[in-house]
């Protein structure tokens, strides 16, 4: 067997056992191998993976390994525009668009409200179906399961560190520097689809008798139809859009 040297950075150590985070450690290892099969051998999913240096050089992760080598293996940069010859990942769609997997509905209804474009299948599909829906629609795969990333067919993708809904939201916001694409308000919480204003007189019918007493402003979805008012869920909404909003005043500061 051969050794190479490894150090990740940064958050990608939340893949790695305690005993090999923040530093550099032997890894034995039999070629020929790509980097990006040791990097998931270890733990890491490919698409949070955004640059590898080996010895002082910027690879791919078609770079075969060689004994001896020094592997620096940096997250995908938020803040920090580092522009190589050398890209991992094609350019994301500009706004992105976000499929969800399994258990993360109330995301999903963030990410809409503030008017991202979310999938979150109302079926429960296969990690298969997944990378295929999320590689044919060039969609950022959002999950907690780092097994689903490192499916060969997912380009973009994140692994969500937290069970909290609203962490989660800041830690998207963050990951993809989202705050100057917000547009909330703009999709159905309910289904994806786009909100257009609407006159009252257009769906007095559907409406029950205090909404038509003491609301006057409407939005309906174009795809399944739902219709919405500043009701009795709106201030809890108001309050996370407003939230974001101020994040977004704090990172033009």
Known sequence: MDRLFFRFYADLNDFLPPARRQRTYALAFQ???????????????HPEVGLIVANGRIVDFTYQAQPEDRIAVYPAFSSIDVTTEVQLQPPLLN???????????????????????TLYPNDHLPDAALAQLAHEQERVMLTRDRGLLKRKLIVHGY???????????????????????????????????????VDKAAVLDQLESKTKRYFDEFKR???????????????ALSQIVD???????ETHA
Do not use: M
């Open 221 to 235: 979805c174009d795809a399944c139809g739902q219709i919405y008012w500043s009701g009795s869920h709106f201030a």
């Open 31 to 45: 070629p020929p191998v790509s980097v990006k099969h040791l990097i998931e051998a270890e733990g890491v999913p």
């Open 243 to 249: 939230e974001v909003g101020n994040q977004q005043v």
């Open 159 to 197: 692994c969500l560190r937290t069970l909290d809904s609203r962490q989660q939201l800041d830690d998207v916001l963050h990951r993809f520097q989202l705050h100057d694409l917000i547009r909330p308000w703009s999709r159905c919480l309910r289904c994806n689809g786009r909100l257009q204003p």
């Open 95 to 117: 706004p992105p668009g976000f499929l969800l997997d399994n258990h993360l509905g109330r995301l999903a209804r963030y990410l809409r409200l503030l008017g991202f474009d």
